[in-house]
């Protein structure tokens, strides 16, 4: 079956750098998303990569390893703001998106 | 401010009842889409429209159906609520056609509480 596996819960502080990782065994590959959500809100775009390495857009980055079913969401300079879920989702070969659960990241001052 | 209004924001229904979740979008996307989003779950697709006029079965659309008559609005209707409909249901949008270009844009949530 397809899976996305990203831990469920992480800790960082204000100021900091964190590392989001995302897992992923899928039916093909045809891109890697990363989301954010807010409490209560809607999820929001942050990021798309197809192509191996790394994507740099302000604070946040992300880096994919295609051969290694692999992603991560890197966030510089950490924000109380950035207090959310970030979801990771993988577009297979059906160009169906697959999600995974979130990873819930609190921001300590 | 262009983007998409789902309807009603929160509700509490009855089992057995009939239900229609509202979605409209503005932005003149080709392709919609229908979640639900459950603790501990990654969002999972119910219903999709590539265009207006035609729908797609999702991940999980037993309980479920929706309609495209144009192109700005992409109802969901319960037939006959169940518990375990009980979830927030997300409408989202994408240019293009399917899921081709990625990136959705989703409305503020539906939370539906079948009781």
Same mark, same amino acid.
């Given at each position: 079956?397809?899976?996305?596996?990203?831990?469920?819960?992480?800790?960082?502080?204000?100021?900091?750098?964190?590392?989001?990782?995302?897992?992923?065994?899928?039916?093909?590959?045809?891109?890697?998303?990363?989301?954010?959500?807010?409490?209560?809100?809607?999820?929001?775009?942050? +990021? *798309?990569?197809? @192509?191996?390495? #790394?994507?740099? /857009?302000?604070?946040? %980055?992300?880096?994919?390893?295609?051969?290694?079913?692999? +992603? *991560?969401?890197? @966030?510089?300079? #950490?924000?109380? /703001?950035?207090?959310? %879920?970030?979801?990771?989702?993988?577009?297979?070969?059906?160009?169906?998106?697959?999600?995974?659960?979130?990873?819930?990241?609190?921001?300590?001052? | 401010?262009?983007?998409?209004?789902?309807?009603?924001?929160?509700?509490?229904?009855?089992?057995?009842?009939?239900?229609?979740?509202?979605?409209?979008?503005?932005?003149?996307?080709?392709?919609?889409?229908?979640?639900?989003?459950?603790?501990?779950?990654?969002?999972?697709?119910?219903?999709?429209?590539?265009?207006?006029?035609?729908?797609?079965?999702?991940?999980?659309?037993?309980?479920?159906?929706?309609?495209?008559?144009?192109?700005?609005?992409?109802?969901?209707?319960?037939?006959?609520?169940?518990?375990?409909?009980?979830?927030?249901?997300?409408?989202?949008?994408?240019?293009?056609?399917?899921?081709?270009?990625?990136?959705?844009?989703?409305?503020?949530?539906?939370?539906?509480?079948?009781?």
């Amino acid at each position: 079956g397809q899976n996305i596996d990203q831990p469920t819960e992480m800790t960082a502080t204000e100021g900091a750098i964190v590392q989001i990782n995302c897992t992923y065994q899928t039916s093909g590959f045809n891109g890697l998303f990363w989301y954010q959500q807010h409490a209560g809100e809607a999820p929001t775009f942050l +990021s *798309y990569n197809v @192509l191996d390495g #790394l994507e740099e /857009k302000g604070r946040f %980055s992300s880096f994919l390893s295609r051969s290694k079913g692999y +992603s *991560y969401l890197l @966030l510089k300079e #950490l924000q109380m /703001k950035d207090s959310a %879920s970030y979801l990771c989702a993988v577009m297979d070969s059906n160009y169906q998106l697959i999600w995974g659960a979130g990873t819930k990241l609190i921001i300590k001052p | 401010i262009a983007g998409i209004t789902q309807a009603p924001t929160s509700q509490i229904l009855a089992a057995g009842r009939r239900m229609t979740l509202r979605c409209t979008q503005d932005m003149r996307h080709n392709a919609m889409y229908w979640y639900r989003q459950d603790l501990g779950l990654g969002l999972r697709l119910i219903h999709y429209s590539n265009t207006a006029g035609t729908t797609g079965k999702g991940e999980v659309p037993d309980g479920y159906s929706v309609s495209r008559a144009n192109t700005d609005d992409f109802p969901l209707t319960l037939a006959s609520a169940v518990p375990s409909q009980t979830s927030v249901y997300f409408c989202a949008s994408s240019e293009g056609t399917g899921h081709l270009t990625g990136e959705l844009f989703f409305g503020e949530g539906s939370r539906l509480t079948v009781l």
